[in-house]
């Protein structure tokens, strides 16, 4: 199945239109005004209302259009995020919130659809709210406008909610010019194709295969790269372990200038 271009497109096509719908859930879900917040690990690792009927929305509708796709099968897997950025959605940071659908095909991230909900939204009463970005390997990234940090400016974005003296040695080892706290990875890597920042550095454990899968297709199409904290592409086959135990470090340009700079120390640290 997935080695049809026709089926892969139609695929992306769906999860288009499901990204859209999806933002429409999160935006309701804070517009009624009941978030039901739960803890499911931590006090930072939050799920709410919104996660969990994006989650059932997606699935169902993706299960229906394709009965014999593996959503997390075959050689293809669909990796889903409901709503990444959780803590941020609970605590009105809503810029920072992403949908997140990646495909991918013999464990290679091939396309990606990133719903932000609240895109948009300091615009005023009457602004359009939200946007799609989706991209495909080879065909291209679209939704967005692509910019890059200005020449010799090394800006970082990071986390904001998962710090670690991990993750600080490994940024002030890389000597930047500014870093950027921010949630969610979608979001991070927005910043990196809109201009706003020039690498995405978590020397930690923390984030998912379906937090990057979606992600990481955006910004290679347009370039970029995105791997582990030591330069390994990440996998997304079915088997796979979900956890990015060894961190991430993402950019659009310059990948080897912040890659030279990780530290030993943080490598040994981070096992894959």
Not at 33 to 59: F, Y
Not at 67 to 96: A, F, H, S
Request: aromatic share 6%; glycine share 10%.
């Amino acid at each position: 199945m997935a080695s049809s271009p026709t089926v892969l497109m139609r695929l992306v096509a769906s999860a288009y239109s499901i990204a859209q719908k999806a933002g429409t859930i999160v935006r309701r879900v804070i517009a009624e005004g009941d978030l039901g917040i739960i803890e499911k690990t931590c006090a930072t690792d939050l799920q709410t209302k919104a996660d969990r009927l994006v989650q059932v929305s997606i699935c169902s509708s993706l299960a229906r259009k394709f009965p014999k796709l593996t959503i997390i099968g075959e050689e293809l897997v669909v990796w889903v995020d409901p709503l990444d950025g959780t803590k941020e959605y609970t605590e009105g940071l809503l810029d920072n919130v992403t949908v997140l659908i990646g495909i991918a095909y013999e464990g290679k991230a091939i396309a990606g659809v990133i719903n932000q909900p609240y895109y948009n939204y300091q615009a005023g009463p009457d602004a359009v709210l939200g946007r799609t970005i989706w991209g495909v390997l080879g065909l291209g990234a679209f939704g967005f406008q692509l910019k890059e940090v200005p020449a010799g400016k090394h800006i970082i974005t990071t986390t904001r909610s998962h710090n670690s003296q991990l993750v600080t040695d490994c940024i002030t080892a890389m000597n930047p010019d500014d870093v950027l706290r921010v949630g969610g990875a979608g979001n991070k890597i927005i910043q990196l194709i809109e201009g706003k920042a020039s690498a995405y550095v978590f020397a930690s454990p923390g984030c998912k295969k379906w937090d990057t899968c979606a992600p990481e297709v955006i910004l290679h199409a347009v370039g970029g790269k995105l791997t582990d904290i030591h330069g390994n592409a990440l996998q997304y086959n079915k088997e796979v372990k979900h956890m990015n135990s060894a961190g991430v470090l993402a950019t659009l340009r310059n990948y080897d200038y912040y890659a030279s700079r990780v530290p030993q120390s943080v490598k040994n640290a981070l096992v894959p």
